[in-house]
T-cell receptor, first 114, second 114 residues
């Protein structure tokens, strides 16, 4: 089955700096790669996603890049703010059939220092 | 639209006792998932339903865990008897047939087994 590795496990940045979180996946059939933000005591919240027919996607301060050949994808957060502090999870699945649920990475705890 | 609802939010039981969790997905979402999230890890799929049929329960410990989705809407997940290692957050997620890739999570139920 699919295996998703995520790095780093913790990341501390100063407010206004950029943060980058990287993930690799094992199943070349995976074609859907979402990123979730999880705050303490809450469920994961979808913040951005990318499909395998796209190399990059941006939404305001958040961007995701995908390298299918290398089987890795990254989350980029620019101009970080204290409210960006949370645990971020990457995930992968075969989205079109709907029969494969998400396989998650182990998470990155992002701390934005004011 | 209203999000995924789960109850209870917290539950503390002793080992060997039984417990049940309830999930109400977003209206119209045919696909429902139960994930287990152990502290410090990413969510892991337990079971996936399409309407009221099971699509994938390969990672459900069937000797103690059971789940049902009567009438293709609400779902319950039961553990009987509970073990210490079942302490985790149990997350319910649902997926829209129109946005076929995106999964939306509920707030979760935090289970502590003592």
């Amino acid at each position: 089955g699919e295996n998703v590795e995520q790095h780093p496990s913790t990341l501390s940045v100063q407010e206004g700096d950029s943060a980058v979180i990287k993930c690799t996946y094992s199943d070349s059939a995976s074609n859907y790669f979402p990123w979730y933000k999880q705050e303490l005591g809450k469920g994961p919240q979808l913040i951005i996603d990318i499909r395998s027919n796209v190399g990059e996607k941006k939404d305001q301060r958040i961007a995701v890049t995908l390298n299918k050949t290398a089987k890795h994808f990254s989350l980029h957060i620019t101009e970080t703010q204290p409210e960006d502090s949370a645990v971020y999870f990457c995930a992968a699945s075969i989205g079109d059939t709907g029969r494969r649920a998400l396989t998650f990475g182990s998470g990155t705890r992002l701390q934005v220092q004011p | 639209e209203a999000g995924v609802a789960q109850s209870p939010r917290y539950k503390i039981i002793e080992k060997r006792q039984s417990v049940a969790f309830w999930c109400n997905p977003i209206s119209g979402h045919a696909t429902l998932y139960w994930y287990q999230q152990i502290l410090g890890q990413g969510p892991k799929l337990l079971i996936q339903f399409q309407n009221n049929g099971v699509v994938d329960d390969s990672q459900l410990p069937k000797d103690r865990f059971s789940a049902e989705r009567l009438k293709g809407v609400d779902s319950t997940l039961k553990i009987q008897p509970a073990k210490l290692e079942d302490s985790a957050v149990y997350l319910c997620a649902s997926r829209s047939p129109r946005k076929s890739y995106e999964q939306y999570f509920g707030p979760g139920t935090r289970l502590t087994v003592t």
